[in-house]
């Protein structure tokens, strides 16, 4: 199965600042999810992505997928306190995909302080 | 539409005592997942069931741990006899397979805690 290796583990910056978080692999993923999960929320999916060097934007948030498709990484502009949360990176469990469930990273620990 | 709906959202329990979880999945849904949250461990899979079918079962830990869905609007994670290792958050999860993306919908979890 795909491990998944998230970086930082905990990021605390101030409003207004950018930042960016990290997912890896020794495998080649067949596509990518990045979820968010707020205290006391289960997960929630923030975007796919499936083409190397493929990048999406969802408002201030910029995922981008690598070249050789091992890694990832999301953006965030001018991060807001609505932004606090843990992000997690997901792929499927199997090189082929499927629907067979997904592996997760461990996560980012997002806070941002008013 | 309603989301995945978990029940109970707290339980708090002593060591040895018999745990029931349960699950409601989003309609039309073909496929439900049970996973366990830690901080040590994060997002574990412990089991997935496709059309009611149990298919892969690797991921529970130890013959403490069942899981049934008897129907398609409904599944049960059971843990007799409880462990203080077991308390974790158990989310449960529902997708439909389109195109082989795997999106997961999560349920709210179950916290546990095992005195």
């Known amino acids: 199965t795909q491990l998944l290796e998230q970086s930082p583990q905990f990021l605390s910056i101030q409003e207004g600042e950018n930042l960016t978080v990290y997912c890896n692999s020794s495998?080649?993923?067949?596509?990518l999810q990045w979820y968010r999960q707020e205290p006391g929320e289960g997960p929630v999916l923030l975007v796919t992505v499936v083409t190397g060097g493929e990048v999406k934007k969802l408002k201030r948030l910029t995922f981008q997928f690598g070249d050789a498709r091992k890694d990832s990484s999301l953006h965030i502009t001018a991060a807001q306190p609505g932004d606090t949360g843990l992000y997690l990176c997901a792929s499927p469990r199997w090189p082929g995909g499927g629907a067979d469930g997904l592996t997760f990273g461990k996560g980012t620990h997002l806070i941002i302080q008013p | 539409d309603a989301g995945v709906i978990q029940s109970p959202r707290h339980e708090v329990t002593e060591m040895g005592q018999e745990v029931t979880l349960r699950c409601k999945p989003i309609?039309?849904?073909?496929?439900l997942f049970w996973y366990r949250q830690t901080m040590m461990r994060g997002l574990e899979l412990l089991i997935y069931?496709?059309?009611?079918?149990?298919?892969?079962d690797s991921g529970m830990p130890e013959d403490r741990f069942s899981a049934k869905m008897p129907n398609a609007s409904f599944s049960t994670l059971k843990i007799q006899p409880s462990e203080p290792r077991d308390s974790a958050v158990y989310f449960c999860?529902?997708?439909?397979?389109?195109?082989?993306?795997?999106?997961?919908?999560f349920g709210e979890g179950s916290r546990l805690t095992v005195l």
């Open positions: 999860a529902s997708s439909f397979r389109t195109g082989g993306t795997g999106e997961l919908f």
């Open positions: 069931f496709n059309n009611n079918v149990p298919i892969d």
């Open positions: 309609s039309g849904h073909d496929y």
């Open positions: 495998s080649v993923f067949s596509s």
